[in-house]
C-alpha cells in the first residue's frame, strides 16, 4: 500500500475517474448496440434519429480519451455505411 500523501490522493483520483469512464464507455457502448438493432430490424426512421446520439457519443469518448480516435472514426464509419446501404435498399413492404 502506498504511504505518500499524493501516492494516496492518485489513488482516489483514479478510481473516482475509473468509475466514471466505465459509465461514459457503458452509456456510449448502449448507443451503439441500441443502433445495430435498428439497422438489423431495417428500422431507417429509427436508426437516423439514433446516429447524432451514438455519435455524439462516439466522439466525446475520444475526446475524453476512452476510446482512440481511430476506433471512433472505424464505428462511426461501419455505422454511417450501413445506414446508408439500409438507405439504398429497395423497402420490402
Known sequence: MANHYSTL???????RRTAINKIRKS?????IRAMRRA?????????????PKTF????????WGIIKDNTAS????????????LEGAP???
Open 56 to 63: 455524439s457519443l462516439i466522439d466525446r469518448a475520444a475526446k
Open 74 to 85: 472505424r464505428y462511426k464509419s461501419r455505422l454511417h455505411k450501413r445506414l446508408k446501404a
Open 9 to 15: 490522493k492518485r489513488i482516489r483520483i483514479t478510481k
Open 39 to 51: 439497422l438489423e430490424k431495417k428500422d431507417l426512421a429509427l436508426a437516423a434519429q439514433l446516429m
Open 91 to 93: 423497402s420490402q413492404a
Open 27 to 31: 452509456r456510449m457502448r448502449h448507443a
